[in-house]
Nanobody
Framework: QVQLVESGGGLVQAGGSLRLSCAASRITFSIGAMGWFRQAAGKQRELVAIMSTGGNTKYADSAKGRFTISRDNATNTVLLQMDSLKPEDTAVYYC???????????WGQGTQVTVSS
């Protein structure tokens, strides 16, 4: 059973920074994209940032210039450095990995990020 364990969430003031980490374990297949989504209260889950195996990235417009995604393929870890945080970044952040062969997505349990004004 694939496990994705997230860490690094918390409470921060506007303008501050957080770094989220996600470690995937019990992986028995080749991983394709890895990334982060978020879901604010009362809203749908939305893309924050994803990175392909080759290092190509895609960011939500709201994350461009403030967030940076990185990954370590050797350890199946994906990071999200979040700078200049805003109250509207408050959400539960979910890590995901995508199986290369089938496209199936696996999700972490989520980590809460709260940005106070």
């Amino acid at each position: 059973q694939v496990q994705l364990v997230e860490s690094g969430g918390g409470l921060v003031q506007a303008g501050g920074s957080l770094r989220l980490s996600c470690a995937a374990s019990r992986i028995t297949f080749s991983i394709g994209a890895m990334g982060w989504f978020r879901q604010a209260a009362g809203k749908q889950r939305e893309l924050v940032a994803i990175m392909s195996t080759g290092g190509n990235t895609k960011y939500a417009d709201s994350a461009k210039g403030r967030f940076t995604i990185s990954r370590d393929n050797a350890t199946n870890t994906v990071l999200l450095q979040m700078d200049s945080l805003k109250p509207e970044d408050t959400a539960v952040y979910y890590c995901y990995v995508r199986r290369l062969a089938t496209g199936r997505k696996y999700w972490g349990q989520g980590t809460q990020v709260t940005v106070s004004s």
